[in-house]
């Protein structure tokens, strides 16, 4: 192939990777709600000290079948944390002979013992203002510790008692370098093999999912070939 050749070939991916970066940016940055890297809507639960029933985006249901309800220790909020975690999309186990509850939510995990102050959030060591414990035999946890730990607003309205979770949307990232990454997935994608699958390591999954994304509003294609994992 001819060098003029070369560098017309060159040009056009340039071009047209350029291009691709541009639509996600545009995507990523003008907040379009309808782009297709748009998700889940955000998720509120409400509860009331005493009270056995929650709301989950407005929609009233009870916390559990023995009708348990949030409590208030020391000054912090204990709640039955299963019904919570499960309305927000996550998985609650148990563990009886270590007494330890495991709450699971997008990829991260807490760990914490009844009566212990010690938990865990994924491998670190994290330190409680008030211990889990069981009333009427049920694991009662601490709200915000949790929340927080997994990305949730917390909000307490001292006059009705009531406590607010919001969960956020589950999007795909769209910050500059997941958008940077992206592109050079796509390059990968492009320029290595002229059957267009992916022959090089998928560095993020900000980079698979757009990827994805670009095949459905008609940039290349969604199928890859995975070679190996690091």
Same mark, same amino acid.
């Given at each position: 192939m001819t060098r003029n050749a070369n560098f017309r070939k060159v040009a056009v991916f340039v071009a047209v990777l350029a291009l691709i970066c #541009? +639509? $996600? #940016? &545009?995507? =990523? $940055?003008?907040g379009n709600n309808d782009s297709v890297l748009a998700s889940d809507e955000e998720i509120v639960i409400t509860l009331r000290i005493g009270d056995p029933?929650?709301? +989950?985006n407005g929609e009233s249901e009870s916390i559990d079948e =023995? &009708?348990? =309800?949030?409590v208030i220790m020391n000054d912090r909020t204990l709640v039955p944390v299963r019904a919570i975690i499960e309305a927000a999309g996550g998985s609650v186990s148990w563990d009886e002979t270590a007494r330890e509850a495991s709450l699971s939510y997008n990829g991260n995990t807490v760990r914490l013992v009844i009566d212990s102050t010690t938990a865990y959030f994924n491998d670190t060591v994290r330190t409680l203002d008030v211990a889990p414990v069981i009333l009427n035999d049920r694991t009662m946890l601490p709200i915000r510790f949790i929340s927080e730990s997994f990305g949730f607003? *917390?909000?307490?309205e001292q006059s009705t008692q009531t406590i607010t979770i919001t969960v956020p949307a589950d999007t795909a990232s769209t910050d500059p370098v997941a958008v940077d990454q992206a592109? !050079?997935? !796509?390059v990968y994608n492009t320029d290595r093999s002229e059957s267009g699958t992916l022959i090089d390591r998928i560095e993020s999954r900000n980079g698979l999912h757009t990827l994805e994304h670009a095949a459905e509003i008609g940039y290349g294609s969604s199928e890859y070939e995975l *070679? =190996? !994992?690091d």
């Open positions: #541009a +639509v $996600f #940016a &545009g995507l =990523s $940055f003008h029933q929650m709301t +989950v =023995s &009708g348990t =309800s949030p607003t *917390v909000g307490w592109c !050079i997935d !796509i *070679v =190996s !994992i």
